[in-house]
């Protein structure tokens, strides 16, 4: 099984990236194969809404050439899509979100282009967040389903934890183990 992971946390080394750890490596160890991105360190710029790769048929086509046509490449070829975010202000990062307004370029629906290259594949989000997940997390989530339904992708459900005392609260026992039953519930779901 082959799995995209955008991490679209600013901070290297945060929340985010310490509930990703046993996510993570339950995932290897379950055999997936993983490209994994932080999205900080590298360079997507904003979507120009030009409709440029709306006209290029048999690839992903966006005119702007930055790191998105390397993460293109890998949704592509990836079965699931892991969404990381902290949640901020009931949505997720700038990093990621510029990711996700990319994705226009992966399904042409606008102009003289036909195809889907998302077609069938499934999306999930592994989250931090203040507040309780369904006031912090639902209008993300609810975006997200809704990113499926146009470009015809499987959602398969997110898994968060709450920050109530910062690095610790992703380090508890149930933290770690919820990531890894999350990332086996993912790999059972390709079966």
Not at 46 to 63: L, P, R
Not at 125 to 154: K, N, S
């Amino acid at each position: 099984m082959q799995i995209c992971i955008l991490n679209g946390s600013p901070r290297v080394h945060g929340n985010t990236a310490e509930l990703a750890k046993p996510f993570l490596e339950e995932l290897t160890s379950g055999g997936a194969t993983l490209s994994n991105y932080t999205l900080v360190n590298m360079n997507v710029a904003s979507c120009k809404g030009c409709y440029h790769c709306q006209d290029v048929a048999n690839e992903y086509g966006c005119y702007q050439q930055d790191d998105m046509h390397a993460i293109a490449k890998s949704i592509i070829e990836s079965d699931l899509i892991v969404l990381v975010t902290p949640i901020y202000t009931w949505f997720c990062t700038t990093e990621l979100k510029a990711v996700l307004d990319r994705f226009y370029g992966l399904a042409k629906y606008y102009r003289s282009a036909e195809g889907n290259f998302v077609e069938g594949k499934r999306i999930a989000i592994l989250a931090t967040h203040g507040y309780d997940a369904a006031y912090a997390a639902d209008p993300f989530v609810i975006g997200i389903q809704r990113m499926c339904e146009h470009y015809h992708m499987r959602y398969d459900g997110m898994y968060s934890v709450r920050d109530v005392d910062n690095l610790a609260s992703f380090q508890t026992k149930p933290a770690i183990n919820g990531a890894k039953e999350f990332a086996r519930y993912l790999l059972s779901k390709n079966a």
